[in-house]
């Protein structure tokens, strides 16, 4: 043992506090400074402007994780100064500030303006736990930190970052099953983020059991923090994004409507599932198959007698527009004879106690091995396997259980990864295994079908995931307060990067009632991911199986959410860019509001950016709705109201509280089955009056499922509405593409001309009684049970042919 690891024992066995201590010596590296304090090491780095990296360690070495970060460091100039007492490091956006006798720094805009402070016991260890103490600012919020149940202000609460199968958690639950160590403080005086880049188990106390300080702290492995600081927090998250990857754009398909179940089978049964939603006039897209399709639950088999011939299955389910995912579990049964085991077996890539014994556990199919997804030569073998489904036709993968799950719950700790070659325990490798399993699952449905886009569903994840996968929340009940605690769970994933995540519609565990299942499926044509599913055992759970009232109702949002499919796709792919979430809380948009963190209004969000969305328990007939800044239209009469209050809204069962942002511009089709089918031809355009200010709104086509349009196969547009000027201005369109639309029509909401001029000529508007939801079949005769029905009247609109050459509107008053 040399000296610096005797001391470093000593440092790490000791159960104090320790500090970082004075600074002795720092010197200028070419993005930032490095140095020696009294017990540690430290290094400050300049990624770009708005972004600062703090690493802090014991040795004088850093050793970061490998799976996050895909950003380099961007040469963004800045300058160092040093006084008696501080350490200064400046960029054009921020200033880090280094209290040079305890390591304590603090954080400015560029106009000064402290964002963020460490208490002076800074960063520090007690034995290996590393943590950061930080200052409260004045009534500041804390929001994001990923999958985490609670509230959307995280101040006075601590969560624990362990990835974990949690069955039917509860609503105030945590740790749950990804792990996403980022949060945005925000204040009067600014707003930041910072994303703590350790993978061992972590904590992140916003002010529980203390009123002295807030801290992030990990168990193990360095201190290793990325600050951000951007005007808004939507740049935040943007920069958070391009950290740590951006959601590549996904196929059209997994944005309709998707069905599972545990488990559908056998073949016969799939089959008429997809019949019974053509039928019954249901658009739908995707049929999930869970375990029982394996053969004892051995991942690449399909059991022989439930389904006997699962490429004609899957080609039938097409011919009806229907695209499968089928579910992948980790765990390889370890059987002889059973080909996965013996290849993994022999390649060695499953993992390993540290004597070089195979771990084995208890999963479904009985006692597993696990592939080591920490070792690229397993991740490439996995993404070879799925050959097995993709010639079969199998268009997408689930990846569940990839905390690691296994009967017990507590995985040995000793086990360990490859970590691409650094070999490391469970308490390093846990909370990445899942991404790297959806990593490799994402390589698999790529290298088999190389033309088309992946599509996978992860339940597992950490830091970066939304490169590869899509999310959902897991193992979620029937009851309205889960309804709602899933709403913020997949606001929360958008504010962590995490654009595509939905919950499970209906509920997994219990029995969703009649009311609540309706409701939940109107909420859910606003959330990105759009899947119902529900658990073994229990009642059916499709559209139609709560009766005729809900199934008129889930038919009604189901088309609504097909029509509003061109605004969905355009919004998936500036989110692919932006890295923004498609479901916004109303902390992105008026974050220093201090209403939107109430808890009656802490689940609204903004679908799509145009559409406020109130959700509501099932079991209420009027609900209180906070209308933030701005102008809103109520969707389904275009009744107006004016932001900064409160409003009493009747929410009957049919009518989800959603509202219309004034000036918002956007884009619908007529209805269609899946989202391969062919519309009508007619792009309709809604945008509705705003008294003054701009407004903008990306039109995005494509094939839906190539990578064409990465070599400029698109069509896009933008259009801009400019309420002062009184035009909507379409502008010339771009990319090689033509759009599958041959007409347009603009719908004009709020406005009261009768006559506009298409680029320079007038044209006299039409009119049309205008519903976005059908009337419902009145089933009982009394009139006191009459659903409420809405529809615009004498809604005007214009039509033109839809040319990719520039077309302005004028004279919208
Ligand atoms: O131990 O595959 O969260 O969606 O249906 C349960 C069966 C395993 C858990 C998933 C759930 C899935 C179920 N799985």
């Given at each position: 043992m040399n000296s610096q690891q005797t001391e470093l024992l000593k440092k790490s066995s000791s159960s104090r506090f320790m500090g970082m201590g004075k600074i002795l010596d720092w010197e200028r590296t070419p993005i930032g400074i490095k140095g020696k304090t009294e017990n540690g090491f430290f290094q400050l780095s300049i990624f770009d402007q708005s972004i600062i990296r703090v690493q802090a360690s014991l040795l004088d070495e850093f050793n970061p994780n490998p799976y996050s970060v895909v950003m380099e460091p961007n040469e963004a100039p800045f300058e160092v100064s040093e006084s008696n007492d501080f350490l200064i490091l400046k960029t054009s956006e921020i200033q880090a500030k280094v209290d040079s006798q305890k390591f304590a720094v603090s954080f400015f805009d560029k106009t000064g303006n402290l964002l963020n402070q460490d208490d002076s016991l800074g960063i520090s260890w007690i034995g290996t736990e590393v943590s950061c103490y930080k200052k409260v600012q004045e009534d500041e919020k804390f929001i994001g930190?990923?999958?985490?149940?609670?509230?959307?202000?995280?101040?006075?609460n601590a969560y624990t970052n362990w990835n974990t199968d949690y069955f039917a958690y509860g609503t105030g639950d945590d740790p749950l099953y990804m792990s996403i160590p980022f949060y945005i403080g925000v204040h009067q005086k600014g707003a930041y983020g910072i994303f703590f880049d350790n993978t061992h188990k972590s904590v992140f106390n916003f002010g529980a059991s203390t009123n002295r300080f807030i801290y992030f702290s990990a168990e193990d492995g360095e201190m290793d923090y990325y600050f951000i600081h951007e005007k808004v927090v939507g740049g935040i998250i943007s920069k958070y994004t391009e950290l740590t990857g951006k959601m590549q754009l996904p196929p059209k398909w997994s944005l309709g409507f998707q069905q599972c179940r545990y488990s559908y089978y056998p073949d016969s049964e799939v089959k008429t599932l997809a019949q019974t939603f053509r039928d019954k006039d249901m658009p739908a897209d995707v049929i999930y198959l869970d375990i029982h399709h394996m053969e004892a639950y051995k991942?690449?088999?399909?059991d022989s007698i439930k389904f006997s011939d699962p490429k004609s299955l899957i080609t039938y389910l097409k011919s009806k527009g229907f695209r499968v995912v089928v579910i992948m579990d980790p765990g390889i049964k370890t059987e002889k004879g059973y080909l996965p085991y013996e290849e993994g077996k022999e390649k060695d890539l499953f993992v390993k106690y540290p004597d070089g014994a195979e771990y084995q556990a208890q999963v479904w199919p009985g006692w597993c091995a696990f592939p080591d997804f920490t070792k690229e030569e397993t991740r490439t073998w996995w993404a070879e396997k799925m050959a097995f489904y993709t010639e079969a036709g199998v268009d997408g993968f689930w990846t569940d259980m990839?905390?690691?799950?296994?009967?017990?719950?507590h995985t040995p700790n000793l086990i360990e990864f490859d970590f691409e070659g650094d070999v490391s325990s469970h308490r390093k490798a846990r909370n990445i295994y899942g991404m790297q399993m959806a990593r490799s699952a994402q390589e698999g449905a790529v290298w088999n079908k190389k033309e088309e886009r992946p599509f996978v569903l992860t339940r597992s994840g950490f830091s970066g995931i939304q490169r590869y996968a899509a999310a959902w929340t897991g193992d979620n009940v029937a009851s309205e307060e889960h309804m709602l605690a899933g709403i913020r769970l997949v606001n929360s994933l958008g504010l962590s990067g995490v654009a595509f995540a939905g919950y499970d519609v209906g509920g997994f565990a219990g029995e969703a009632s009649k009311s609540l299942f309706a409701r939940w499926m109107s909420i859910g044509a606003f959330t990105p991911l759009y899947r119902a599913h529900s658990m073994i055992n229990s009642n059916d759970a499709e559209p139609?199986?709560?009766g005729e009232e809900v199934e008129e109702i889930s038919r009604n949002y189901m088309k609504l959410r097909y029509r509003l499919l061109p605004t969905i796709y355009s919004k998936f792919h500036s989110s692919a860019q932006?890295?923004?979430?498609?479901?916004?809380?109303?902390a992105i948009s008026n974050p220093l509001d201090s209403k939107i963190y109430l808890s009656a209004y802490q689940n609204q969000y903004m679908f799509c950016d145009s559409f406020l969305v109130a959700p509501v328990e099932s079991t209420k007939e009027i609900t209180k709705v906070y209308l933030p800044k701005g102008s809103w239209y109520y969707l389904f009469s275009d009744e107006k109201y004016a932001g900064e209050k409160e409003i009493y809204q009747d929410c009957p069962?049919?009518?989800?509280?959603v509202f219309v942002k004034a000036g918002s511009i956007f884009s619908m089709q007529s209805d269609v089955s899946n989202t391969e089918e062919m519309h009508d031809g007619i792009l309709r355009i809604h945008l509705y009056a705003q008294d003054e200010g701009e407004s903008h709104f990306t039109h995005y086509e494509d094939d839906g499922k190539t990578f064409d349009y990465q070599d400029g196969a698109f069509f896009k547009r933008e259009l801009i509405y400019q309420a002062e000027e009184s035009k909507l201005s379409l502008e010339k369109a771009s990319g090689k593409q033509k759009s599958s639309f041959n007409k347009v029509r603009v719908y004009l909401h709020g406005f009261n001309t009768d006559l506009i001029f298409v680029n320079g000529e007038s044209q006299a508007l039409s009119t049309e009684d205008y519903a976005f939801l059908g009337k419902l079949t009145e089933f009982d005769p009394l009139p006191e049970h009459d659903h409420p029905y809405h529809e615009i009247s004498s809604l005007k609109f214009v039509e033109f042919e839809h040319l990719p050459e520039k077309i302005e509107l004028s004279g919208l008053f």
């Open positions: 930190l990923g999958e985490k149940t609670g509230n959307l202000n995280r101040a006075g991942v690449f088999t399909f990839n905390e690691p799950a296994s009967w017990g719950q139609w199986a709560f932006t890295g923004l979430p498609i479901n916004a809380s109303l069962l049919n009518y989800l509280p």
